[in-house]
């Protein structure tokens, strides 16, 4: 896979100084957790994953989450365990017989009930487990965490070198972890836990709408969920355990619940930058934002998670694609600075102006910075210097019927 490969050559070069580089699910650890970026879920129910993939149907889709869990009403979990199989196993012979190719291959993630249905899928599947990246475990817990883990890791132990890694992905979305009586020694408890199993965790994962849903709240379409206070409060902790450079682990960020609708009435859009925020030295971008405050409300919250350090989305909807991919592009600007400060790492500079003379770059504080943007920069590519997101959104309409 390659984020943006629906792009001409003609048109990556007008927009991109550095193309993102291709990336599959035997990446290292290290780039693959920024590369899950937009995950499209889909409920295992669902009969047509596997032509959806095969014919491209969601145009920039390079990670899909297969749904066990809330998208499965519980009477029908034995039905889309068997559909799950069924598009898997014909993934597989679509790739056997070269209708569909590896490179469009999305990363692909199955979300499970249980410890033990993630050992009942790991049988299952067989060999055509090698098309899986990982497990996503909802709802995860120290209760519960040691039983979804010990499975990931004695399942790696099997396989021969060289082998994929299968990696596990938690959700952080339960009362122990959102009240504030019971959260620092939860989180404290699954940090040590993960640890344990760093090699096989890809990212941790924020679940917002379980967390809302203990207060009763729910964020409209023109907020974000920086203004709903007990989760901000909660994501904050949760940043500043698992988000420390020593933690090594990418915190991926909730769900946006809102897409456009041509039943639902204009409304004037809400998004708050100006056209001279855009560009990269300031000048001549035009601002041309989505009409949907849906739209503006998802841009804004991926704004607001790159600045608290988080990458990656949960996205219910393909029109989400294209809006959280154009904002892990990395600017020329953020580019040069952290080159600039990577290559002054030598012990005889301590600070120097940007090469925008506009900030001061302080080379330890803002190392880690720099290496965060070098790393998104292989996968999400850099812009030119008179690029900016914008040049990477697309006004189309997509369907998920």
Known sequence: MRYFDYFTWEEEEAVFFSAPTPFDHTTERELLAYAVGAALYCPATRPTISEDILN??????????????????????????????????????FLKIGSLSRDHLPLLFIRIRSAQQLARMIER?????????????????????EAFFSQIAAFNRQQ???????????ILETPAIIYRET?????????QLLDRYQRYVLNVRIGATDF?????????????????????DCMADIINIFGRMDASYVISGPVWEYFSSSKQAPVPSLFPLQPEQLSGRGERWPLRHSAAPETDGLLREVMMDKENGIIG?????????????????????????????????????????????????????????????????KIYGVLHEEQHFIALLASQEQAYV
């Open 212 to 232: 809302s849903s203990l207060f009763g709240l729910r964020r409209s379409k023109t907020m974000t969920i920086y203004d709903i206070l007990p989760v901000r």
């Open 313 to 377: 989305k949960t996205i219910i909807h393909p029109s989400h694609i294209r809006p959280v991919q154009s904002l892990y592009a990395v600017t020329y600007e953020e580019y040069i600075d952290a080159q600039s400060i990577i290559a002054s790492h030598n012990g005889y500079v301590g600070v120097l102006k940007s090469d925008y003379a506009n900030k001061m770059n302080e080379v330890k504080p803002h190392m880690n910075w720099a290496n965060r943007v070098i790393a998104r920069s």
């Open 125 to 145: 599947l067989e060999e055509k487990i090698s098309l899986i990246t990982g497990f996503i475990f909802p709802k995860f817990t120290t209760a519960n965490g």
């Open 56 to 93: 491209r149907k969601h145009e920039g889709l390079t990670t899909m989450v297969i749904d066990l869990e809330d998208a499965v009403g519980d009477h029908l979990v034995e039905m889309a365990e068997e559909s799950l199989l069924q598009q898997i196993f014909r993934l597989s012979s």
């Open 160 to 170: 021969s070198v060289g082998s994929p890694v299968l990696y596990g992905l938690p």
């Open 183 to 191: 959260r620092l020694e939860e989180l404290l408890a699954i940090k």
